[in-house]
């Protein structure tokens, strides 16, 4: 079925998710003069994500526009208008002729949404998962509209970070992909394609990177090392300190912010729970067997920056 002709304006987009992630898609959305339907459960999430999107929304016009505060206001008035809060996902939908869901990374929640949403959404709405991990052809699998959907993966934070990944399923049609391709340009961010493979470009990167800066500390380490809280880990260490792989990696390869910095500001929870899947899907693969260390900091709820603890102390 062709995309409808009122769908190259993007007309009305709905988010589904008020997280961090999801706010931060319906801020450039709105901001970008796209009209927004944000849904979550319920009204207090919804709150807390008007703040969140108000307050970048301010830091936005300060840097846009820091000579001139009527341009500023309007500026500001204008996004905040373009966006709308619901608790109702079916009727949200209903008026939409794109949703991107945004929701927790399990597979079989967004199942059930994704097929709950194609029973309210028209023919013609494109539908779009922002998984950083799971597959795409699984998710769309539980809709009747598999040659329109697609994925759409942002980065965290989604106002600063310039990239979106647009990704094709072998059924998402070339319409499609054309179309959410489209809407990354029309957010302001840098589109760049590819197939549905466990992690996508980035992350299918980044995630191996990221476990063998954690196998360093972990290789030679006795048993009785793990029982030791984690910050005197650079006493008891395999082939390097924590502190030296992120000073190594940040003077030595340009990065920002070293391997082990980085799993902190992560979560430390949100690295295993993809690790897992994907030697869930590919046991044989070296590059995704599963970390006794990480699965111990998880499991104390050591989960980085968020818990004020994971590799480091925070």
């Known amino acids: 079925m062709r995309l409808a002709a009122t769908t190259r304006r993007f007309s009305t987009i709905t988010v589904v998710g008020a997280g ?3 706010s931060g898609i319906a801020q450039v959305a709105a901001q ?3 009209d927004v339907n944000l849904v979550d459960q319920t009204d207090e999430l919804l709150q807390g994500a008007d703040r969140r999107i108000r307050s970048s929304l301010e830091r936005v016009a300060k840097k846009t526009f820091p000579d001139d505060v009527t341009k500023a206001k309007d500026f500001l008035e204008k996004s ?3 966006l709308n809060y619901s608790t109702n996902a079916l009727s949200a939908a209903a008026q939409s002729n794109l949703v991107i869901e945004a929701i ?11 097929q709950d949403l194609d029973s309210a959404a028209p023919k013609h709405t494109v539908f779009a998962s922002n998984t950083s991990s799971l597959s795409i052809s699984r998710i769309a699998s539980a809709t009747q509209r598999k040659d329109r959907f697609g994925g759409l993966h942002f980065f965290n934070p989604v106002p600063v970070m310039k990239l979106v990944e647009v990704v094709r399923t072998a059924e998402t049609s070339q319409e499609t992909f054309d179309y959410l391709t489209e809407f990354g340009k029309s957010v302001g961010k840098k589109p760049v394609s590819c197939r549905d493979t466990p992690g996508f470009i980035v992350n299918r990167l980044l995630v191996p990177y990221l476990m ?3 196998r360093m500390l972990e290789r030679g380490m006795h048993v009785i090392a793990l029982e030791i809280e984690i910050y005197t880990l650079s006493f008891i260490i395999g082939d390097a300190t924590a502190e030296d792989i ?6 030595g390869a340009g990065h920002p912010m070293g391997p082990i910095q980085l799993l902190d500001y992560v979560g430390l929870d949100t690295t295993k729970f993809i690790m897992d899947g994907w030697h869930d899907l590919v046991p044989d693969e070296a590059l995704f067997q599963p970390s006794d260390l990480l699965n111990k900091l998880v ?7 968020k818990t004020g603890q994971g590799f480091y102390k925070h």
């Open 246 to 251: 992120d000073t190594a990696m940040k003077l």
């Open 80 to 82: 905040t208008s373009r």
């Open 104 to 114: 927790v990374e399990n597979m079989e929640t967004k199942q059930k949404l994704f």
């Open 299 to 305: 499991a104390e709820g050591k989960l980085g920056n």
């Open 212 to 214: 063998e800066a954690i």
């Open 20 to 22: 961090l992630m999801g």
């Open 32 to 34: 970008n003069g796209h």
